[in-house]
């Protein structure tokens, strides 16, 4: 059974440093993983999607790799803003039970403080 | 471009009544998937419609149903419900086939069962 974890539960950083947040999960059989963002009480943003053939994807200040065979990915996020508080979530699209279905992990809970 | 629309934002229930969720997808999308998010957690999958069948489904009891119409809109509907589902119902639309099309989110509707 395909998990997702994601490490730190919370951050907190002053405004302008280069954070890391972590994600793996237990089974390579995956067709993408998904970094999203979430306001509280609001939806989820889509910030990137990574193909599992592919190693890494970047958009703007954010960079996101994948190493499949051993079930990581992190997103980068340089010079962080204020504005980037918020909780990350990791998912991935689970290929152990046919396409279609998204796994989740709990999220990393960011502040960054101004 | 209108994104995913979801109604309506927030419910009351009270345990034993019914209710129905609404989600209109992104344009050109025509998968929609259903997810629970309790609070401080990932969302889970409920179930997904594609062609106005439901694709694949998460491990939800009965109670969950849904409906995909034509235009790819969908509904889901919860019956005698439960203390339990209170939480916030997110729907994500996609676009099935090699696309690697990213979810998109609704900013959901808050259920309180009462």
């Known amino acids: 059974k395909q998990e997702v974890t994601q490490i730190p539960a919370a951050l907190s950083v002053p405004e302008g440093e280069n954070l890391v947040l972590n994600c793996s999960f237990t089974d390579s059989a995956i067709y993408n993983l998904q970094w999203f963002r979430q306001d509280p009480g609001k939806g989820l943003t889509s910030l990137l999607l990574?193909?599992?053939?592919?190693r890494e994807q970047t958009s703007g200040r954010l960079n996101a790799s994948l190493d499949k065979s051993s079930g990581r990915s992190t997103l980068y996020i340089a010079a962080s803003q204020p504005g980037d508080s918020a909780t990350y979530l990791c998912?991935?699209?689970?290929?152990?039970?046919?396409?279609?279905?998204?796994?989740f992990g709990t999220g990393t809970r960011l502040k960054v403080l101004a | 471009d209108a994104g995913v629309t979801q109604s309506p934002t927030h419910l009351i229930k009270t345990r034993g009544q019914q209710v129905t969720l609404r989600c209109s997808p992104k344009?050109?999308?025509?998968?929609v998937s259903w997810y629970q998010q309790a609070l401080g957690q990932g969302p889970q999958f409920i179930f997904q419609?594609?062609?106005?069948?439901?694709?694949q489904r998460g491990n939800f009891p009965d109670r969950f149903s849904g409906h995909q119409f034509p235009n790819y809109s969908s509904e889901l509907n919860v019956n005698a419900l439960l203390l339990g589902d209170s939480a916030l119902y997110l729907c994500?639309?996609?676009?099935?086939?090699?696309?690697?099309?990213?979810?998109?989110f609704g900013n959901g509707t808050r259920l309180t069962v009462t």
């Open positions: 419609y594609y062609e106005e069948e439901e694709r």
């Open positions: 990574i193909q599992s053939s592919q």
């Open positions: 344009s050109g999308h025509d998968t």
């Open positions: 998912a991935v699209e689970d290929g152990t039970s046919g396409t279609y279905k998204y796994i």
């Open positions: 994500a639309s996609t676009l099935s086939g090699p696309y690697n099309s990213p979810l998109h």
